[in-house]
């Protein structure tokens, strides 16, 4: 474990400052009907890295979409729960309003504007600022910095780019609007490994550097445990379990049914599938 992460784990088990994000006890209806979230709560701390791990369907993105509420636009609502920034209630809030207080999302599937440059797309992220162009063009100088291959292709349109690159852009997008927090929807979708990585350490850069928080919502919980500080995993729309990352790292369930690694060596996805009953946080 690193310093840093073991410093974060320490703060998050004694008694700290109030967390940067908080979620309580959310609970949100798509279409009046379907419940997805049962009860969700969570929270990041000041500088973190948290990661939201589960199977496709567990509710993730419905998560993150509670929090920065785009969930109207998929004619769903948060019906129980609140959601509190920096101590104040925000789940009642308008996305362009959360922007402007420091949160961002980055969608999952890696939205650009296909018909506009890299630059262009990037430029779209100061919409809500209001310094000068000079800061702006520093930051945009900035997430060139972290971003070399954006600069390559500044000039190019975003939707002849490369899968990797538009994900890259999507970042460097909510960078430009100088967020306190970001909200990243399976960054490694559809990626190479290597790309994966790439983007993994560059969130890491961006935390340690430019002191941004994560959370982070992914199905390769491998890659977001080695990159997290702290961990949270749902199932059917619950938190079944949490810990920091390395806990959750060494816990035999996660290494069973989400690194695929059991006491006995490494299981095939038919044996994961057959032992699923055997899950202890569902004793």
């Not at 852009?169 to 909200?183: E, F, K, Q, V």
């Amino acid at each position: 474990m690193t310093s840093a992460a073991a410093e974060l784990e320490k703060k998050m088990q004694t008694p700290r400052d109030k967390p940067l994000l908080e979620v309580r006890n959310v609970e949100v209806i798509y279409d009046h009907v379907i419940l997805v979230l049962k009860g969700v709560s969570l929270e990041v701390p000041k500088g973190g890295i948290v990661a939201l791990l589960g199977a496709n369907g567990a509710g993730k993105s419905t998560t993150l979409k509670a929090i920065s509420n785009l969930l109207r636009a998929e004619r769903g609502e948060v019906t129980k729960g609140s959601v509190e920034y920096k101590g104040e209630r925000i789940d009642g809030l308008t996305p362009n309003d959360l922007v402007r207080r420091g949160v961002i999302q980055v969608m999952e599937g890696r939205h650009c504007f296909g018909h506009l440059t890299v630059e262009e797309n990037l430029m779209t992220g100061a919409y809500t600022r209001t310094e000068g162009r000079a800061a702006i063009a520093r930051d945009l100088e900035m997430v060139y910095g972290y971003f070399p291959r954006l600069k390559e292709r500044r000039k190019s349109l975003a939707g002849y780019t490369s899968g990797g690159e538009q994900q890259m852009t999507a970042i460097g997008r909510a960078l430009m609007s100088r967020p306190d927090m970001i909200l990243l929807d399976e960054p490694s979708m559809g990626l190479a490994p290597q790309l994966v990585e790439e983007i993994f350490e560059i969130v890491v850069k961006l935390n340690r550097e430019q002191g941004v928080s994560f959370l982070l919502a992914e199905q390769n919980t491998s890659i977001a445990l080695r990159h997290a500080h702290y961990g949270y995993i749902l199932e059917n729309g619950r938190v079944v379990l949490d810990g920091s990352a390395d806990t959750l790292r060494g816990n035999e369930d996660v290494k069973e049914f989400y690194l695929g690694i059991a006491a006995g060596g490494r299981k095939s996805f038919r044996d994961v599938k057959h032992y699923k009953r055997r899950k202890r946080w569902l004793a």
